[in-house]
């Protein structure tokens, strides 16, 4: 199994970035998976999630109506769009896979991480 992240930087408040994470190794699409983040001296935070079959998301609710969760199953890949970036959205952001279907806000849910793309917002 394979999570590679992409797609993190440097951005100064109020913009945008998506993220990637493209996944190998088991069938993508029979699995829910999440976006975890990890900002320095503090506990790793599921920002968002999504069900295998794309039918339902989860965001934490300092990032509603700013990140956008989506999944490509053709493409075994999960992306982040994440847009009017504060400060406070960074973190070392990585992508995990579930042990089912459906996705749960329980970290020891997740089996498999991977090693992250970290997201920079300031000015």
């Known amino acids: 199994e394979r999570l590679v992240e992409s797609g993190g930087g440097l951005v100064q408040p109020g913009g945008s970035l998506r993220l990637s994470c493209a996944a190998s190794?088991?069938?993508?699409?029979?699995?829910?998976m999440g976006w975890f983040r990890r900002a320095p001296g503090k506990a790793s935070e599921l920002v968002a999630a999504?069900?295998?079959?794309?039918?339902?998301?989860y965001y934490t609710d300092s990032v509603k109506g700013r990140f956008t969760i989506a999944r490509d199953n053709a493409l075994n890949t999960l992306y982040l769009e994440m847009n009017n970036l504060k400060p406070e959205d960074t973190a070392l952001y990585s992508c995990?896979?579930?042990?089912?279907?459906?996705?749960?806000?329980?970290?020891?849910?997740?089996?498999?991480w991977g090693q992250g793309t970290q997201v920079t917002v300031t000015s």
């Open positions: 999504i069900n295998s079959d794309d039918d339902r998301t």
């Open positions: 190794g088991f069938n993508f699409n029979l699995y829910a």
């Open positions: 995990a896979k579930s042990q089912g279907p459906l996705f749960s806000l329980a970290p020891h849910s997740y089996g498999y």
